[in-house]
């Protein structure tokens, strides 16, 4: 890494320092005779909302309004998150096709008929409301589209490059995708799958390598706000559960041989092992989410809670250790992104290749 790359990474690591800052200044400036709820700030900042909030200006939220999608009752619902005010306490009223709708903690709720405020339980959950179909655009599906756009725009124009140059020489953009194509075949693909099966399993295996990456990066980038699509349970499942599917499908005779009647041993014991293969099928693709969801949210909640000791001792002789903290946290953050993606990648074709070995 060269000084000019470093001094680069130390700014936008201050900058998402200072960023965290003010996200929890903005939660206590909030409600200045409320104590500060370093536990709700962190929540609130770390989970998926329906608007795209980028900063307050004089106390004036600036934000992108997205659309919310919802179906009830009486048909299909559609408003823009902006109607809520930036109110996700239940305090702010939506009234559409003659229901009404609140936002209570990043969740909307359809008030029952007659009703015009939330009641609540000792837990705080709404008593006097129900939740309808909700395919709302959140901060994280828009994210999302984005991250495909960029990705779209990256080997198009790549693509575009090899084509133009006839002596097929990485030109700009290519330059930079074409190592990382070569890494994830002659590092990934190759040892993992093997030299004669790895190729109908490149697409996926790319796919998987930048769109996490990319979404990992996104997710650093202060301006969003925490917008991180990997620190969200349903992403990572869904991933996880593609590379399920291809495994599954994928399965020779070996494969489920060595599952339902391992070879080489005692049928007393083939008979121990099945329920343990077989349990042994779903642990993997779950161990591949949860440990994807778990490193990338586990970073943005210690940087916040390092920011949050400023207002919880009520001094700033604490901000320039909470400052330091996060700028270290913050720059393992930047290499997570990228070893993320390759521990998700690499055991995905891990199990590709287990799935498509031949007996010896």
């Not at 996490?212 to 559960?241: K, Q, R, V």
Request: charged share 15%.
């Amino acid at each position: 890494m060269t000084f000019n790359t470093f001094k680069r990474v130390v700014f936008t690591v201050l900058f998402l320092s200072v960023f965290s800052l003010g996200f929890a200044k903005d939660s206590k400036d909030g409600d200045a005779d409320k104590a500060f709820n370093a536990k709700e700030m962190i929540m609130h900042h770390v989970k998926d909302a329906y608007g795209m909030h980028i900063i307050d200006i004089n106390g004036q939220p600036i934000s992108i309004p997205l659309p919310v999608i919802l179906f009830t009752d009486n048909g299909l619902t559609t408003f823009m998150s902006s109607e809520f005010h930036h109110d996700y306490n239940g305090e702010v009223i939506v009234e559409k096709n003659g229901q009404r709708f609140v936002n209570v903690h990043e969740k909307i709720y359809q008030l029952n008929e007659g009703e015009t405020a939330v009641m609540y339980d000792a837990e705080h959950h709404p008593t006097n409301a129900e939740r309808p179909l909700d395919f709302s655009i959140t901060r994280n599906v828009f994210m999302m589209w984005v991250s495909v756009v960029v990705l779209l725009l990256i080997f198009l124009t790549a693509a575009r490059r090899y084509r133009k140059s006839g002596d097929y020489v990485p030109k700009g953009i290519a330059s930079f995708v074409e190592p990382l194509v070569i890494f994830v075949r002659d590092e990934i693909g190759k040892p993992m799958i093997g030299e004669h099966k790895y190729k109908r399993f490149m697409p996926y295996l790319l796919t998987v390598f930048f769109f996490i990456w990319i979404n990992n990066i996104f997710g650093l980038i202060p301006i969003l706000n925490g917008a991180n699509l990997s620190g969200n349970i349903a992403f990572t499942f869904a991933l996880a559960f593609c590379t399920f599917l291809i495994t599954t499908f994928s399965g020779n005779k070996n494969y489920w041989k060595h599952i339902f009647w391992m070879p080489g041993v005692p049928v007393p014991m083939k008979i121990f092992l099945m329920p343990i293969e077989i349990v042994g099928m779903f642990v993997k693709p779950i161990s591949l989410m949860i440990r994807l969801f778990a490193n990338i949210t586990a970073g943005h909640i210690i940087i916040l809670a390092l920011m949050s000791l400023i207002f919880i001792f009520e001094t700033v002789a604490v901000a320039p250790v909470s400052v330091a903290f996060s700028l270290f946290i913050g720059i393992i953050e930047i290499v997570v992104t990228a070893i993320q993606a390759y521990i998700f990648t690499v055991l995905s074709a891990l199990y590709f290749g287990m799935a498509t070995e031949e007996a010896h």
